[in-house]
């Protein structure tokens, strides 16, 4: 199968040594999580100086991961999507070897670049399949509380940051120089788009509605409440509400409808409920009392993203069709018109990254991040139009992979891989996961997430002799 898990997994693990193995995967995989939420933190206002070594600050405890997996014997087997992704990944190194041994765009140290984007494309695509095979129901429990603890701190640094002026050390960081500072976009005249703790308004955004996505979970299910305490699911609601309002970003409002619709749909496509009708009821009357609540207790951030909204809208309504929605969707299609126009090895591995920017790197005379403005297009960019349109379809099919599971799992009663999927299936799709360091990790982590709380419960169920719980159809991510 392509994705999933053997039923031997579905057991406990029992043997002492491998529990003990499995106990520091998790602890790693943990720390790799609270690391891409507050790296930001230290980049920005700890250790600004060598803000650009940090961002790497997370990839030595990945590989950590990776090693302490296989030494345990708990390296993910029999998934042919990961087996699929390696393969990719060993053709990147060629294609990568090709483009430094060809020439082609003039990089200053081509061979640090090429590595840089390797490590963006398939330095993190393994863990989702660990994370999958390792987490037990009381590791996604943690994630989802150190999510609600941070969420408080989290609220009142984004309203700090949103009333401080742009380019204040709170908005912009502690570095001496605008290359070591961190300018977010502006709002309005007066206010930005928080960036919480994260060095890009993209991290935020994805701390949100993933946010969102596990809170929802867990209110709507009885058994994933139980592994939090009630006082945690009330302020990191509270919390992840006010993140959401002073969000300042279509993104997460368009994501978190998104996530909204997921989550009715699974209350109404949910197995053995009968309180079905009244869950609805009440997840229809928070949304509808959170819509009534927002303009009149956060004015000023309702009034800026309504300005913001507008002002972007008639933008965008001149060059899509469809205003915000044809831009996203334009992103589906946008990597067809370079096909023709890229060598067959590509520009350069790495070179349609946010990094390219920072060094000034040009494709005739343009960024190349403006050349390639959607993960569609970097891939033809960086890979080549064979290459390139072979990861494209990887993508597709693991969305589609990961889809399928979280159905199963839903048909099964488990709403929380459903809604984890609600956050993660668009960024595994079509989001910057090669070309944004935030949206790289926490695609890839929650997409593990997703896979891990589905197991779980499949595996509570398998104790139970009356359920069923073979598959309608064939999973594939088995």
């Given at each position: 199968m392509l994705l999933g898990q053997p039923v031997s997994r579905s057991a406990p693990i029992v043997d002492g040594s491998r529990d003990w193995y499995r106990i520091w995967v998790v602890r790693a995989i943990t720390l790799i999580y609270v690391l891409a939420i507050l790296e930001g933190v230290l980049r920005k206002w700890l250790l600004p100086s060598y803000s650009q070594l940090l961002f790497f600050i997370r990839d030595p405890v990945v590989l950590a991961a990776y090693v302490v997996a296989v030494a345990g014997g708990l390296w993910p087997r029999g998934r042919a999507l990961l087996y699929v992704g390696l393969i990719l990944a060993v053709a990147a190194l060629v294609v990568a070897a090709g483009q430094l041994a060809f020439?082609?765009?003039?990089?200053?140290?081509?061979?640090?670049?090429?590595?840089?984007?390797?490590?963006?494309?398939?330095?993190?695509?393994?863990?989702?399949?660990?994370?999958?095979?390792?987490?037990?129901?009381?590791?996604?429990?943690r994630v989802i509380r150190i999510t609600l603890l941070l969420s408080l701190p989290i609220a009142v640094l984004v309203i700090v940051q949103f009333y401080a002026p742009l380019d204040s050390w709170i908005n912009v960081g502690l570095g001496d120089s605008p290359q070591s500072q961190f300018a977010g976009l502006a709002l309005t005249e007066d206010h930005t788009r928080p960036m919480g703790p994260f060095t890009s308004n993209l991290g935020q955004r994805?701390?949100?509605?993933?946010?969102?996505?596990?809170?929802?979970?867990?209110?709507?299910?009885?058994?994933?409440?139980?592994?939090?305490?009630?006082?945690?699911?009330?302020?990191?609601?509270?919390?992840?509400?006010?993140?959401?309002?002073?969000?300042?970003?279509?993104?997460?409002?368009?994501?978190?409808?998104?996530?909204?619709v997921v989550a009715i749909a699974a209350i109404a496509l949910q197995a053995g409920q009968v309180h079905r009708g009244r869950a609805l009821g009440w997840f229809a009357a928070i949304v509808v009392v959170a819509l009534v609540a927002y303009p009149l207790v956060f004015p000023d951030s309702y009034h800026a993203i309504a300005t913001?909204?507008?002002?972007?809208?008639?933008?965008?309504?001149?060059?899509?069709?469809?205003?915000?929605?044809?831009?996203?969707?334009?992103?589906?299609?946008?990597?067809?018109r370079l096909m023709d126009e890229t060598p067959l090895l590509g520009f350069g591995l790495g070179l349609g990254g946010n990094a390219s920017t920072l060094m000034g790197l040009l494709i005739g005379g343009e960024s190349?991040?403006?050349?390639?403005?959607t993960d569609w297009a970097r891939h033809i960019v960086d890979l080549g139009p064979v290459l390139g349109l072979m990861y494209l379809v990887f993508?597709?099919?693991l969305t589609i992979a990961l889809l399928r599971e979280a159905i199963t799992s839903l048909r099964r009663g488990s709403l929380m891989?459903?809604?984890?999927?609600?956050?993660?299936?668009?960024?595994?799709?079509?989001?910057?996961?090669?070309?944004?360091?935030?949206?790289?990790?926490?695609?890839?982590?929650?997409a593990g997430f997703c896979l891990a709380s589905a197991r779980q419960h499949l595996s509570h169920e398998i104790s139970n002799p009356n359920v069923d719980t073979k598959p309608r159809f064939p999973s594939l991510l088995r």
């Open positions: 020439g082609g765009t003039d990089v200053e140290h081509p061979m640090l670049f090429a590595a840089y984007g390797w490590r963006n494309y398939f330095l993190y695509l393994p863990l989702a399949f660990v994370v999958a095979d390792v987490f037990e129901a009381t590791d996604i429990a994805e701390y949100v509605v993933s946010g969102l996505a596990m809170i929802i979970g867990a209110w709507l299910s009885e058994r994933w409440r139980m592994l939090l305490r009630r006082r945690e699911l009330v302020v990191g609601t509270l919390g992840m509400l006010t993140c959401l309002a002073f969000s300042g970003s279509r993104g997460v409002v368009i994501n978190t409808g998104i996530l909204t913001r909204w507008q002002v972007a809208d008639e933008f965008e309504s001149t060059r899509f069709t469809g205003g915000v929605f044809g831009r996203a969707l334009y992103g589906l299609v946008d990597f067809l190349p991040v403006s050349v390639a403005e993508r597709v099919a891989s459903f809604l984890i999927f609600g956050f993660v299936g668009s960024e595994l799709l079509a989001g910057q996961i090669t070309g944004q360091g935030s949206v790289n990790a926490y695609a890839w982590l929650f």
